[in-house]
């Protein structure tokens, strides 16, 4: 190979560049999201009560899916209601169901629609604007893992939390 | 092969270099309609396409014209365009490329652009086009890269190559005809409804087609002295069918006037009128529209005169005379009149906003760009094997 | 060791391929966490229907006041934004006259007070719908009960339902709608920039058993009802009196129809 020494040297110090974040972090623990379930919807319910539409363990991996399927069943299909896997009726609405317990704990951080007057980025496209965040439940999971739901340009928090 | 775009004179890296600032400039005045919507452009709730997909229009046609090489050269042995048809594809490739470009600066998700292959709609004319587009490119692509690549080796060209390369004839002529589709099957869109949209496109895209192919052959031969037709009778033969093309143009737009304006119907003459005159004191298309008739009689008028096609510089006045006419027509007035009067009979004028040109330009530098880069590559090989 | 490079980029393309194919298979045999036996349904108040429609009359709409009182309802339940300029105007529904609303074969000699005479116009929601034809992702579509619907998550903003729309009755969203409205309401999602909206016929109502918001502050100037009912009031209205629609020669079949003469079925 034609300047073989050096081509195999760069290669080796090059793939040591590019894994040292792996053996930086060898036994490390970490942390992981910290996830908020104590915002006053969910103190407020009794403790068999406490249950989300399905396991959290399906959620944690499928949420996704399921937010999919919904949006599907309501808004293509007209149906409206959700019978889990534990027969328990909810009504699909993103607002009104998942966020009736997630909701973001409205004194820590109230939630502000994008405004002129407030934007401080200049641009309005909400995709872009932070100012249409996703409330603390859903942030806390996936400002970690920095992917950004696009729901909060059109969908809202409940009543209480807007102003 | 691309080796050889990334070497050039000065005036080739200038050119490159003055390509690559409006580029820059197109991008940016994009980023500026990204974040805050199309309503940077001068498109309305009337008039809701606009410059961007005139353009679109425009080009598909001008991808479509390389079948007037093709077809020739390979179905019919016209070996006079032997040297030419690379060139054809070469300006396809960039052609279409552009198309794509002006839909997606056009859209308002551009993220969610691949719904359209996510969620199939067999019934939409648009996701036909988006097909066929992508389909054009690809053969495009590997025909004329395999022959330019064969060439440089010294071989034949490789036998699978054939079958691609006659596909190519037909969707050629689908690519526009599915464009033509987009609005001939619109029920409300009375200057639209018509059969001849698709002859029409066609003809007026081998017309401008071709001509731009020869403006390009002769802009080749003072850059790099390599020339596509040293005999001459390709360039006269395009010539040929740039002058039948145009004349049957122009033939079907007065068919179209014919029905419009002889059968009395408001609706059916109401776009016309404000093409050609105005309506209700309406009247920015019409001194361009005027623009184009004149220059379209002109240009078929210098083309029939032997004299004058034959005449190195009258020759490229015909011919730009044909492309603008061409331009103005598709690229400028088409697509905005479809919209006026509107569906309740409104008008609702429209013009491009400084934004919208600037993001057009880069598109269109864009496209320039690849031009020069696919030319410079098959000159390259064409000068080398000399 | 001398490959030349099109036989190393054949064999770096055949290992990626296998890896990236093994690896697709693997995690198609890992057990996913399926929760058993989950189900959709129609909710008990939901309102069914085979072809819901919409008569309007205008004979109901007296005063100014009337018509704003419809708009609004419809417009702030929806967080319809005012962008305060017809370019970007975006409208679900809105009041036009006879002659622009019902363009085609203008009768010189009609009354003045006839030719502006106003009319409620709203997306028709066509039986033949040439915007749910022309959608290339088939974010507008049919229901089962007749609406067209709009999924404003998968459309693409192409404006092509707009020009197949041949009633105007759609509006895009050139401009971030949320700085424009004045009062958010909280019960229905505003949409985002970039995405088509029209009418929808309240369909998100009528799936709790209520009526169109614009139906409900009509004063009896808009009858909605389902025309597939030989029982109900739109499908009385529209075999016995005379009702007109707007650009009948297009085939598109609208469901609302334009009581002519005023009726007294209240």
Request: proline share 6%.
């Given at each position: 190979m034609y300047k073989g020494g050096k081509i195999i040297a760069s290669l080796i110090i090059f793939i040591g560049l590019l894994t040292l974040p792996f053996f930086y972090n060898m036994g490390k623990a970490n942390a992981g999201p910290d996830v908020p379930l104590d915002t006053p919807a969910i103190q407020q319910l009794a403790d068999k009560d406490k249950e989300c539409v399905e396991s959290p363990e399906y959620m944690r991996a499928n949420h996704m899916q399921l937010l999919n399927d919904w949006r599907t069943a309501a808004v293509r299909d007209g149906q409206t209601v959700y019978v889990n896997s534990k027969g328990t009726e909810y009504e699909i609405s993103l607002q009104d169901t998942c966020l009736k317990c997630h909701a973001t704990d409205t004194a820590a951080s109230p939630v502000v629609l994008n405004n002129p007057v407030s934007s401080n980025t200049g641009m309005s496209n909400p995709t872009?604007?932070?100012?249409?965040?996703?409330?603390?439940?859903?942030?806390s999971c996936h400002d970690y893992s920095a992917v950004k739901p696009l729901c909060w340009s059109c969908h809202f928090e409940p009543k209480e939390a807007v102003k | 092969m691309l080796e050889t775009a990334l070497s050039g004179s000065k005036r080739y890296w200038i050119w490159v270099s003055l390509l690559l600032a409006v580029i820059a400039v197109g991008f940016y005045a994009y980023m500026n309609q990204y974040n805050n919507g199309l309503g940077v452009t001068g498109m309305s709730r009337d008039v809701s396409w606009g410059l961007y997909i005139a353009q679109f229009t425009f080009l598909v046609g001008v991808a479509a014209s390389a079948v007037m090489l093709v077809l020739p050269y390979y179905l019919h042995d016209f070996k006079k365009f032997g040297k030419m048809v690379i060139l054809g594809e070469f300006l396809a490739i960039p052609a279409v490329i552009m198309c794509m470009l002006f839909i997606v600066v056009d859209v308002g998700q551009p993220m969610r652009i691949l719904n359209v292959i996510l969620y199939p709609s067999p019934r939409s004319v648009m996701f036909y086009d988006m097909c066929v587009l992508i389909g054009y490119l690809l053969i495009n692509i590997v025909v004329g890269w395999t022959t330019l690549s064969a060439e440089r080796k010294g071989f034949p060209s490789p036998k699978?190559?054939?079958?691609?390369?006659?596909?190519?004839?037909?969707?050629?002529?689908?690519?526009?005809?599915?464009?033509?589709f987009l609005y001939a099957g619109l029920p409300g869109r009375h200057l639209w409804l018509s059969a001849i949209m698709a002859a029409r496109f066609l003809a007026s895209a081998f017309a401008a087609g071709p001509a731009i192919l020869i403006l390009l052959c002769l802009i080749v031969r003072k850059v790099s002295k390599y020339n596509a037709d040293p005999e001459g009778g390709a360039i006269q033969s395009l010539v040929k069918i740039v002058r039948y093309a145009m004349i049957a143009n122009v033939f079907f737009y007065i068919l179209e006037l014919f029905t419009a304006f002889y059968s009395g119907i408001p609706e059916y003459s109401a776009s016309l009128r404000y093409i050609f005159f105005g309506l209700d004191g309406f009247n920015n298309l019409v001194?361009?529209?005027?623009?184009?008739?004149?220059?379209?009689?002109?240009?078929?008028a210098l083309l029939v005169f032997p004299t004058t096609r034959m005449n190195g510089k009258t020759l490229v006045i015909a011919l730009l005379s044909i492309i603008i006419a061409n331009w103005i027509d598709k690229g400028m007035i088409l697509i905005v009149a479809g919209f006026v009067p509107n569906s309740f009979e409104r008008i609702v004028e429209y013009a491009p906003t400084l934004n919208e040109i600037l993001v057009t330009l880069g598109v269109y530098a864009i496209g320039a760009l690849l031009i020069t880069i696919l030319y410079k590559i098959a000159v390259s090989v064409r000068q080398e094997r000399a | 060791m001398s490959i030349n490079r099109r036989q190393f980029l054949r064999r770096a393309g055949m290992i990626t391929a296998l890896g990236l194919g093994s690896s697709f298979i693997i995690s198609g045999f890992r057990k996913k966490e399926?929760?058993?036996?989950?189900?959709?349904?129609?909710?008990?108040?939901?309102?069914?229907a085979k072809r819901w429609a919409m008569v309007v009359d205008m004979s109901k709409f007296k005063t100014e006041e009337d018509f704003k009182r419809v708009t609004d309802a419809c417009h702030s339940l929806h967080n319809v934004p005012d962008f305060k300029n017809t370019k970007d105007e975006i409208k679900w529904i809105w009041k036009d006259d006879y002659h622009h609303a019902f363009a085609g074969g203008h009768n010189q000699y009609l009354d003045d007070h006839v030719i502006h005479s106003p009319f409620m116009v709203l997306c028709n929601h066509c039986e033949n719908p040439p915007c749910v034809k022309a959608c290339p992702t088939q974010a507008t579509f049919?229901?089962?009960?007749?609406?067209?619907?709009?999924?404003?998550?998968?459309?693409?903003?192409?404006r092509f339902c707009m020009g197949a729309c041949p009633f105007g009755a759609r509006s895009f969203n050139f401009k971030d709608p949320r700085p424009y409205i004045e009062e958010i309401s909280t019960e229905y999602p505003t949409r985002t920039i970039g995405v088509v909206e029209k009418c929808n016929f309240c369909y998100e109502l009528l799936a709790k058993g209520l009526e169109p918001a614009c139906v409900a502050k009509s004063n009896g100037g808009l009858i909605f009802g389902d025309l597939a009912d030989t029982n109900s009031e739109v499908r009385k209205i529209v075999s016995t009196k005379h009702t007109i629609r707007r650009k009948p020669e297009l085939g598109t079949q609208p469901s609302v129809y334009y009581l002519i003469g005023g009726d007294d079925h209240a």
């Open positions: 872009l604007n932070s100012s249409n965040s996703s409330p603390q439940f859903c942030a | 699978w190559v054939k079958p691609i390369i006659y596909l190519s004839i037909p969707w050629a002529v689908s690519i526009h005809t599915v464009t033509a001194p361009f529209m005027w623009t184009a008739t004149v220059l379209a009689f002109l240009g078929i | 399926v929760a058993e036996a989950a189900e959709y349904g129609k909710s008990s108040k939901d309102l069914p049919k229901r089962n009960d007749g609406i067209i619907a709009m999924d404003f998550h998968r459309c693409i903003g192409c």
